[in-house]
């Protein structure tokens, strides 16, 4: 007998909503009820973030999707673009949480506007309009910062610099040292005992 089809169906979307969007699709094979309930706006609604209405406002998103699950998977696999094209917005497919991106003309780069060192222009690859071309310099400042209050509550975030290197165009940045700083104020000394350093090459 399968117990699982003679629980309430509110059960079955309350078990749901606890688990993962990935541990729920999964559970499609324990049950016809719970393939019923997958397609129920209601556990969609809660997977996807409680601000979502106010992210997609902040965006050129021309919402098409039809239903909630549609919405979520769309976020998952193209991400949007927000506030102007500052802020690159998507959801992690298997728990739903938000990730951010932050557009290389919104990152403070040391000697950034120095066409000497830094050239700015589009590249096919990109979702941003413009990024950042590094031409040659002794040592790179980038900073960036986000509002903590955008991210998803009780998660662990990391955060990766993006970037690639040009064809025999790196002399000098085969091995590096990279500083990151996570901090709560812009206090440049309180980021200096808090860093955390790592290597590359």
């Known amino acids: 007998m399968n117990y699982f089809q003679r629980l309430p169906e509110g059960c079955i979307l309350e078990i749901l909503s606890r688990t993962t969007p990935v541990d729920a699709v999964r559970s499609c094979i324990l049950s016809r009820g719970f393939k019923t309930a997958l397609e129920s706006e209601i556990i969609w609604e809660r997977f996807l973030p409680s601000d979502y209405q106010e992210i997609i ?3 050129e998103f021309p919402s098409v999707c039809t239903t909630k699950k549609e919405l979520y998977f769309s976020l998952c696999e ?3 673009l927000l506030d102007g094209g500052k802020l690159s917005f998507s959801l992690d497919k298997h728990s739903g949480k938000k990730c951010f991106m932050v557009a290389p003309r919104e990152l403070i ?3 950034g506007d120095n066409l000497n060192h830094w050239q700015w222009k589009p590249h096919p690859d990109s979702r941003f309009s413009e990024i950042a071309y590094f ?3 002794c040592w790179l400042d980038i900073r960036g910062k986000i509002a903590s209050q955008m991210l998803s509550k009780r998660t662990t975030y990391v955060v990766y610099l993006v970037f690639n290197f ?3 165009e790196f002399d000098g940045l085969e091995i590096g040292q990279s ?6 104020c812009e206090s440049d000394n309180e980021a200096e005992e808090r860093r955390k350093v790592r290597r590359i090459g």
Do not use: L, N, T
Request: hydrophobic residues 45%.
């Open 57 to 59: 406002e902040r965006s």
């Open 78 to 80: 193209y991400p949007i």
């Open 109 to 111: 780069i040391s000697w």
């Open 135 to 137: 031409r040659g310099f």
């Open 166 to 168: 040009a064809p025999d």
């Open 179 to 184: 500083v990151v700083k996570f901090v709560s």
